[in-house]
């Protein structure tokens, strides 16, 4: 992977469950990584989504390996898109890059 690349800077947040005062829960997000990547759009569909149809858009993003990545971390790019991951991969297995697929549109608790 050419470092060049990997000209996006991305934040990469994990849900973390917190007890409120009353009792309940309240799902936060906590920043894992702000890596830098390679952004690329792949394609679009619509979905049913909340039975509305929308849009949703699917993008790989290709960051330096690191473990941990999961599915259901979220990616927001600089352009304030929040992306909910759907895989993280390392394709060739040599260590060195980590693909991610993530799409717009679904629903997460924000």
Same mark, same amino acid.
């Given at each position: $992977?050419?470092?060049?690349?990997?000209? #996006?800077?991305?934040?990469? @947040?994990?849900?973390?469950?917190?007890? @409120? /005062? @009353?009792? +309940?829960? &309240? %799902? %936060?997000?906590? @920043?894992?990584?702000?890596?830098? *990547?390679?952004? =690329?759009?792949? *394609?679009?569909?619509?979905? $049913?989504?909340?039975?509305?149809?929308?849009?949703?858009?699917?993008?790989?993003?290709?960051?330096? #390996?690191? /473990?941990?990545?999961?599915? +259901? +971390?979220?990616?927001?790019?600089?352009?304030?898109?929040?992306?909910?991951?759907?895989? &993280? %991969? /390392?394709? /060739?297995?040599?260590?060195?890059?980590? %693909?991610?697929?993530? =799409?717009?549109?679904? =629903?997460? +608790? =924000?």
């Amino acid at each position: $992977m050419r470092g060049g690349s990997l000209r #996006h800077r991305v934040t990469i @947040t994990r849900p973390v469950e917190t007890q @409120t /005062d @009353t009792g +309940d829960y &309240a %799902t %936060t997000w906590q @920043t894992v990584a702000t890596p830098y *990547a390679r952004v =690329e759009g792949l *394609a679009g569909r619509e979905s $049913m989504i909340g039975h509305t149809l929308q849009g949703v858009a699917i993008y790989r993003i290709t960051i330096r #390996h690191r /473990d941990g990545i999961r599915v +259901d +971390d979220q990616v927001t790019l600089t352009s304030g898109v929040t992306l909910n991951i759907t895989s &993280a %991969t /390392d394709l /060739d297995g040599s260590g060195r890059e980590l %693909t991610i697929m993530a =799409e717009t549109g679904t =629903e997460r +608790d =924000e």
